[in-house]
Structure formats: structure tokens, C-alpha cells
């Protein structure tokens, strides 16, 4: 597609509850990167992946948090056993290559929601 | 680890006029790479213009420019003749030096009004 594109737009899910948010990077795009955004925060790097591999998964806040690129395209993030700190917008980007001087292409996010 | 900050929580200009934004960093490499973000309601991030830092001259892009300050790790967008179209959060951002792949440490934000 022309960009990065994520699913769902909006979640809503009761806490305790599994979710998996989706990412569709820009074709062809090595880089794929995960970050969490607060309500009037910037955004807080979660993980990072180069075509398949997971290669920096420092950021993510806990081991309920899991994400994949298995064919080093799509990406899922799954949250296990949802609490309220989990509720933020979720922000995919992808950049062309691996090197840092490439912008990074977002999408419009998925805001999730934990009642 | 590397810091970003941005000391104006809000700003407001009038239509057609400039305005500043601020952007500090804190980091010991001597590589890096600086970006401004434009977040609009609809919340798609949107690249306005990027900085490397061994460049000395400073970036513009149409309306939009950078004050580079190498030393004083500082890094202001100035946004000229200010367009309502322009009212949007805007992020400044912070790459190492990497053949690898580095995410971006994003400052706060500073959410800018543009007034009619």
C-alpha cells in the first residue's frame, strides 16, 4: 500500500483480556518499529525489527507485551492479560533500510482502550 | 541514554506570522541524527524536515527551517508565514548514528495553534 496501516483504529477491551494490534508497513520497507504513545506524550519506543528478526525489544514494559514480524512484513504486538496502564495509542513506523538516517513512516495508530 | 526535551508545552501565532519552536537534547555521541514531526488531530506523524548532525548548514524545507546548535545540543524549528494548516503537535526526535536501525527518542511535544 502508499502507507503504513494499522488495525484496528480503535479497541476497547476489558482488563484481563488478550489484545493483538496489526501493522502493514510501506512495501519493501526493512525497518519496522513499535512505539506507545500517552495521552499528550510523544511516543515511546517499544520494539524494533529488521525484516524478520526482533533485534531491540528494550522498550517493551513488561513480558505480557509480545510482538512479531514472522515474514519480515506484517507485524502483530500482543498484549496479554490487559491492565488500564495499557490503555494509549499504539504507533507503527517503517523506514526504507536499517540505516538511522531514514525517516521513519508512521501510521495512524490504534487507540486502545482497558475498562 | 539520550534525552529530548521541549520547554513549550503550547504556543499559539497568527496566521501568516513566524514562530519558534524549541528543542533540547542531551547525548554523548558525536553522530546523530535530528528530526522535526508535525502530529495533526487526525494523528498520523508526519515528517517536516531533518537535520544531520555532522552538517553544519542548516536544514530548510519550504517554510519551514532549523536552528542547528551543535554545542549547545539545541535544534529550534522556525515555521514562516504560518498557514492555519499548520496547527498540530509537533515532536522533536533523536536518532544515534547506526548502520543497524535506531528508534527515535521523541521530546514531549509542543502543541502549536494557529490562529485566524
Known amino acids: 500500500g502508499a502507507g503504513v496501516s494499522q488495525s484496528p483504529r480503535y479497541k476497547v477491551a476489558k482488563r484481563g483480556q488478550d489484545v493483538a494490534l496489526r501493522c502493514d508497513p510501506i512495501?519493501?520497507?526493512?525497518?519496522l518499529f513499535w512505539y506507545q504513545q500517552a495521552l499528550g506524550q510523544g511516543p515511546e519506543f517499544l520494539t524494533y525489527?529488521?525484516?524478520?528478526?526482533?533485534?531491540?525489544k528494550s522498550g517493551l514494559p513488561s513480558d505480557r507485551f509480545f510482538a512479531e514480524r514472522p515474514e519480515g512484513s506484517v507485524s502483530t504486538l500482543k498484549i496479554q492479560r490487559t491492565q488500564q496502564e495499557d490503555s494509549a495509542v499504539y504507533l507503527c513506523?517503517?523506514?526504507?533500510?536499517?540505516?538511522?538516517?531514514?525517516?521513519?513512516?508512521f501510521g495512524d495508530g490504534t487507540r486502545l482502550s482497558i475498562l | 541514554a539520550q534525552t529530548v526535551t521541549q520547554s513549550q508545552p503550547e504556543m499559539s501565532v497568527q496566521e501568516a506570522e513566524t514562530v519558534t519552536l524549541s528543542c533540547t537534547y542531551d547525548?554523548?555521541?558525536?553522530?546523530?541524527?535530528l528530526f522535526w514531526y508535525k502530529q495533526p488531530p487526525s494523528r498520523q506523524m508526519i515528517l517536516v524536515i531533518r537535520?544531520?548532525?555532522?552538517?553544519?548548514q542548516n536544514a530548510t524545507e519550504n517554510r519551514f527551517s532549523v536552528n542547528f546548535q551543535k554545542a549547545a545540543k539545541s535544534f529550534s524549528l522556525k515555521i514562516s508565514d504560518s498557514q492555519l494548516g499548520d496547527t498540530a503537535m509537533y515532536f522533536c526526535?533523536?536518532?544515534?548514528?547506526?548502520?543497524?536501525?535506531?528508534?527515535?527518542?521523541f521530546g514531549p511535544g509542543t502543541r502549536l495553534s494557529v490562529l485566524p
Open positions: 513506523a517503517s523506514s526504507r533500510t536499517r540505516n538511522s538516517n531514514q525517516p521513519q513512516h
Open positions: 512495501s519493501g520497507h526493512v525497518s
Open positions: 525489527f529488521q525484516n524478520e528478526a526482533q533485534l531491540d
Open positions: 547525548t554523548s555521541e558525536s553522530n546523530y541524527y
Open positions: 537535520q544531520e548532525a555532522y552538517k553544519q
Open positions: 526526535a533523536f536518532s544515534r548514528y547506526d548502520n543497524y536501525g535506531q528508534n527515535f527518542v
